[in-house]
Each structure stands twice: as structure tokens, then as C-alpha cells.
């Protein structure tokens, strides 16, 4: 009874760790967004794939109206440009998280260490 029952605890944990692992689904290029716009893919799985790859773009304005001129459409394109606003939020979300629990990044830069290279200006009166 005690080993049917370590056997299926046992089951079931590698269960759970088998469906944490997610499949990497590789980063879309540009080109490739083009290539589907040109099989006339719908512009609403295009934007699913791209929120499936998690890719981010930092284009360049030329570079969305080169896309715009190869006929993405425009809510591929918002997509897209939403995709790195959202990535710059988010890291400067965790750089918050990090600056509130690690001020000053090392011991010696800690602003109560006093130290003159510390990464928080010091008042210094005369």
C-alpha cells in the first residue's frame, strides 16, 4: 500500500514538472510578419504568434513605414511598436523592484555607508 501510494505521489509530481516546461517558440522577424501578411494570414494570428514568440520590436519609424509600405497592417504594426513600449515598462518596473530592496547596488555604494562614490548624491554643507 505504501509503495502504490509513493509510486502515484511520485506520478503526479513529475506530472506537475512535466506541464511548468513550456516549448520555446523561436523570435519572429520582420520579414517573416511580411511573409505572412503576404499569404494573407489575418492580422488577429499574426499578433497571436508574435504574443506567442514573446519577440520584441525596437524598430526605427523608417523601418514601420518600410513595413507599412510591404502592407502590414496597421494593427500588426501598433502591435509591434506596443511590444517594446510594454518591455521598457516592465524593465523599469524590475529595476524599481531592485533600486527599493538593493539601494546603492554593492555594499560599499550603499547611501548609508557614506562613502564618496556611493550611487546617491550626498549633501555635503560648508
Known sequence: MARTLLILATSVILAGCASLMHEKVPPLSPQQIV???KTEESTASIITRIKQSRTVYNLTAAQFAQLSKAGVADDVLDYMQQTY?????HAACREAYYDLWF???SWYGHPWNGYPWSVYPMVIKY
Open 85 to 89: 513600449f510594454q518591455e521598457i515598462s
Open 103 to 105: 539601494p546603492g547596488r
Open 35 to 37: 511573409e505572412m501578411t
